[in-house]
């Protein structure tokens, strides 16, 4: 069992919101020190004034994470203030949907490049220095945990950009999982998968950048976008709960995270389809009058 607490360095992505926020709070409510990176300048700064109101040191950086050059000067910076982190949360994140066939060039740019490319780039360039500060001191113990979600476990309908890029992650933290267990015991790997949970994911296009801007919604983008909206918001599990789960998995150096263990079953069935094998089931069939409505709504002229 390893604690992140006192003495401690923690680096979080999105940290202005959602689950990088109630991180920041609990990290330093554990007496840790807190890099707080978000893209969003305005509430980065409001975000770290809460945060230094409970006593941390804080170093705020405004960095798009989907760019490998600031997450490396992230890293940097965090170096030179405060030594190797001791936490990395590689949680930044952004939310669309839409069939697959309608997701254009950008869409895919924007949410593979923070979803996917901002956990990769995480991962390159605060691995190194972790293992580098195991080897110095053998008592030292560093934790990455990399958020995915329910969609990287599952393939629901109308989300396909969004679950591709959440497929990788899992699949990205489970080889970081294997890859350490080969080189370290000190290092450890961690995916969070949340399912709908109230953040401020639903309203991800706040952030986009303007080379990558959207076209004119399609109707599918738009049903997407509803739907997200009304999941996300009516969440009864709160950001707040998540971020406790993520620390207590650190702490009982648990690799999967879970904001709604029950949401398993679903994942259960999809991998018995996997091995029957057999089609994939109705993704609505304990809610089928959803799957009527989405059809319906599709199928109109």
């Not at 330093?28 to 020190?33: D, L, S």
């Not at 950009?161 to 489970?174: D, G, I, P, R």
């Not at 998968?193 to 953040?199: A, D, G, I």
């Not at 018995?272 to 989405?294: K, T």
Request: aromatic share 6%.
């Amino acid at each position: 069992m390893t604690k992140q607490q006192a003495g401690g360095v923690a680096v979080i992505t999105g940290a202005a919101s959602g689950f990088g926020l109630q991180a920041c709070r609990i990290a330093a409510q554990r007496g840790m020190k807190v890099v707080m990176a978000d893209v969003q300048g305005d509430a980065l700064a409001i975000s770290q004034h809460e945060i230094e109101g409970l006593g941390a040191q804080v170093l705020p950086f405004q960095c798009d994470v989907s760019k490998a050059i600031e997450v490396e000067a992230l890293a940097e910076a965090t170096l030179r203030r405060f030594g190797t982190p001791t936490f990395v949360f590689n949680n930044a994140g952004v939310g669309a949907g839409g069939l697959i066939w309608e997701t254009s060039v950008r869409d895919w740019e924007w949410v593979i490049g923070v979803n996917l490319m901002g956990v990769a780039h995480g991962v390159r360039v605060f691995t190194p220095l972790m293992l580098a500060q195991a080897k110095r001191d053998p008592a030292w113990h560093g934790h990455i945990v990399n958020t995915a979600s329910m969609a990287g476990l599952l393939n629901p309908p109308n989300m396909g950009v969004y679950n591709v890029s959440k497929h990788a992650v899992v699949s990205l933290s489970e080889t970081l999982y294997q890859d350490l267990a080969l080189v370290t015991d000190n290092v450890h790997a961690h995916v969070l998968c949340p399912f709908f949970v109230p953040t401020g994911i639903h309203q991800s296009h706040r952030n986009r950048p303007a080379e990558l801007a959207a076209g004119r919604p399609t109707k599918s983008q738009l049903i997407g976008q509803a739907m997200s909206e009304k999941a996300v918001t009516s969440g009864k599990v709160t950001a707040a709960d998540v971020a406790a789960k993520v620390f207590e998995a650190m702490d009982d150096n648990r690799f999967y995270i879970y904001s709604h263990p029950k949401a398993l079953a679903t994942v259960q069935l999809r991998l018995e389809d996997i091995m029957a094998p057999r089609n994939p089931s109705d993704p609505f069939r304990d809610r089928p009058e959803v799957g009527v409505q989405l059809r319906k709504q599709l199928r109109e002229d």
